[in-house]
């Protein structure tokens, strides 16, 4: 698939909001976060901010984004409108939660109920994301099991990395929030390596023979294609990543993404409370930006539509 830039940056970028509200609402509940008003306000504005821009990103590849509000009525059956949904109930939630944080200065008792609300509709709402690729049967590399959990988790990875240069900027120092965040990177790992793991040894039950109809007379290929020129299904949907270029961007993202989050991480943990601290945890916040990038656009680029066996690929 054609990697668009405006989603790549839509799904990065509010995912790491969602996931900042999703670490400050458990941790809130856990009674780990204190309901300092100037933490709290840079925190909500940062979460809050980088949502906001990245749903509006998300209209840029629309033909009419003026239109996209009808996308909300569909939710019976559309994935895309439930992200919609959620990602609007989460904004009122998330102001409920801010009102308790920084007028009231609380964040326990009731507040940390409505904390715990707003974590699980931020996660519902980067779940629906997920499931808008993870429901396509015609392309093999996003429907199956792997995406909806790689996705959310990812997305409070990414959101708890930046969270924690707040709280180490801030002076609040407590190795659970340090070890929350370690624990979501590991996982993250884990989830992504599943995933590739998946794509790269198993097949996709559509062939050229069952696409075409044809497999009762045996393996079949494309004679010609249907096309001298490119159209607009093979830009979209056709396109190609070289396999060398793709494992060097997995390296890279193994490398931006998690080995050194998971360093930086660690370093911030041991000099907890000095400029060494800080300092790792920004380090750690704009490794991950540039590896998710990566690793998104890989997400899209290394995804096949079965669309491309009737212009003579052999496989998707």
């Known amino acids: 698939m054609h990697p668009a830039y405006s989603v790549i940056f839509f799904t990065t970028t509010s995912g790491a909001g969602y996931g900042m509200l999703t670490i400050m609402g458990f941790l809130s509940a856990a009674g780990v976060l204190p309901a300092d008003f100037w933490f709290g306000l840079t925190a909500f504005a940062l979460a ?107 997305g409070v990875m990414t959101g708890g990395i930046w969270f ?34 998946f794509i790269d040894n198993t097949e996709a039950i559509s062939t050229p023979e069952t696409a075409t109809g044809l497999r009762v007379y045996g393996r079949i290929r494309a004679v010609e294609s249907p096309h001298y020129v490119d159209n607009y299904l093979l830009r979209e949907m056709g396109y190609q990543v070289a396999r060398k270029h793709a494992a060097n961007l997995r390296g890279v993202t193994h490398l931006f993404a998690f080995a050194l989050p998971v360093l930086f ?46 212009y003579g690929a052999e496989a998707v």
């Open 48 to 154: 809050l901010g980088t949502v906001s821009v990245g749903l509006l990103s998300s209209t840029f590849h629309l033909g009419h984004p003026e239109r996209a509000w009808r996308a909300l009525t569909q939710w019976k059956s559309s994935w895309l409108a439930r992200e919609g949904v959620f990602a609007v109930i989460t904004y009122p939630i998330a102001g409920i939660f801010a009102l308790g944080w920084l007028v009231f200065e609380d964040n326990y008792g009731p507040w940390a109920l409505v904390g715990l609300a707003t974590a699980g509709m931020a996660m519902l709402t980067v779940f629906c994301t997920s499931m808008i690729y993870g429901s396509l049967k015609t392309i093999h590399q996003w429907y199956n099991i792997w995406v909806p959990p790689s996705y959310t988790i990812l």
């Open 164 to 197: 924690n240069v707040l709280v180490e900027s801030f002076g609040l120092h407590n190795p659970y929030i340090s070890g929350w965040v370690l624990a979501t990177i590991v996982a993250g790992w884990g989830a992504k390596l599943f995933y590739w793991n």
């Open 265 to 310: 991480t660690v370093v911030s943990m041991a000099f907890d409370g000095s400029w060494i601290a800080i300092t790792a945890t920004v380090l750690a916040a704009f490794s991950v930006s540039l590896g998710i990038v990566v690793e998104r656009w890989l997400f899209f680029a290394e995804a096949k539509h079965t669309v491309t066996l009737f």
